[in-house]
């Protein structure tokens, strides 16, 4: 969905679930846009979330190159994106009066320049009375990612996690980052085509949850029988789907939760 659509959105569901600072956020979605150089990509645009029950905008902004681009130029979207996760990082961390841990996102960064070179995605999440947490994920796209070097860079037990991770292929590898400098890791390893699990990994390498997600890469129209059978959501929001033709591309489970993402 384009940044127009996405502040709608965001408007609505401010409304709705009496979330304050929407202009900060609208803010927020603009700058995003308009770090992208969208004549190198092949798709850039905002993904919405919905949990049942649950109060939250839930926000992603994906962007993709177009294959066969040049090494260097593959490295300068890199670093204008770091660029402006950075910024955003310290734009809500001075708007929230909050911390969050730039030392560790620097890290990450740097693991991506030396192991692959992925497209990084940025997302948040915020509700009523809770400062944003916010999420930065590597795109490996069932490429080959190095785990245990993963692993050993931000010390995280080895042993713990081969059982779960070993000779798997990943299709995103994530961070997500909350008050206080804390953070959690967050492993998306594939289980057949367009299909996969979502491992919440604490820093003492414990897994704390575990999210079972199916993708459809065409999408669903909000009337395919596969979203009414699976998840029921307020009215007035399935109405704006509609409306404005979003299709849902992944529906996911957790924790007995079910979710519906759409772009």
Known sequence: MTAKQTKQFINVLSKKWEIENKKFLFEIVDFLDKGIDKKVNFFNGFELSLIEGESK???LYLSFWQPNLSSANIKKILKERERTIISIFQQISQKFHSRYN???LQIFFQFNKK???WPIQFGFECQKNSKPKLKVYLSVNSGDFPWEEFCDKFKLNRG????????KKFDTVAIDFSLD???CFKFYPLIAINRGLLYRV????KIISIKKWRRFPDGLTVDDKR???FIKLPPNLYKIIENNDFKTHYLCEENGKKSIYFR
């Open 102 to 104: 730039l030392s560790l």
């Open 115 to 117: 192991a692959g070179h």
């Open 160 to 167: 713990i996690l081969s059982k779960k991770f070993k000779n």
């Open 57 to 59: 905008i839930r926000l």
């Open 202 to 205: 604490d820093k003492n390498s």
């Open 181 to 183: 400098k804390n953070y």
């Open 227 to 229: 979203i009414s059978n």
